[in-house]
């Protein structure tokens, strides 16, 4: 005795009523207003793959190089900042004390960096003053002529004092 395959069953069922609709669903076409010479359907469109225009909009600036040189200098010298830029920029330059665990600002440089590998001396101080021996931190911020701004890169200072 042939044993039934139970999960073709369904498959099977499912084939017959797909023929059985087309069948009856052929005739249909041919006697609704218009006659067999009405035009079927109109075609698929195929969706537009085209690429989205772009905003004009660049990458934002990078820093991708940044060293305070010498690291520890003594009271009343002074150092230099060498960056590396991913693309000409301005440069916002922001030294600020470290006081009992908070910072305090001390001096705001911007620099216009024609191109990107740029070397820049640091005040010695401010307002004519050395700048207090202590630690220091110097936060740099590259802009562009668009006005995006690059992250943020904060390198360590530290003023010694004099021989």
Do not use: C, W
Not at 1 to 29: E, K
Not at 111 to 128: E, F, N
Not at 138 to 145: C, K, N
Request: no cysteine.
């Amino acid at each position: 005795m042939a044993r039934l395959n139970r999960s073709r069953v369904p498959v099977a069922v499912a084939a017959a009523a797909a023929a059985a609709t087309l069948a009856t669903a052929a005739p249909a076409l041919a006697s609704e207003p218009g006659g067999a010479g009405a035009p079927g359907p109109p075609a698929l469109q195929l969706p537009n793959f085209a690429p989205l225009p772009s905003s004009g909009a660049k990458a934002r600036p990078s820093i991708r190089r940044a060293r305070v040189v010498p690291r520890r200098l003594r009271h009343g010298k002074r150092a230099r900042l060498r960056l590396t830029l991913s693309t000409p920029a301005r440069v916002r330059i922001l030294i600020e004390r470290r006081v009992r665990g908070h910072l305090v600002r001390k001096r705001r440089i911007t620099v216009v960096a024609r191109k990107t590998r740029i070397s820049i001396r640091l005040p010695r101080g401010r307002h004519g003053h050395a700048f207090a021996k202590g630690r220091y931190r110097i936060t740099v911020v590259a802009i562009d002529g668009a006005g995006t701004r690059s992250r943020p890169i904060h390198r360590k200072l530290r003023v010694i004092k004099a021989r």
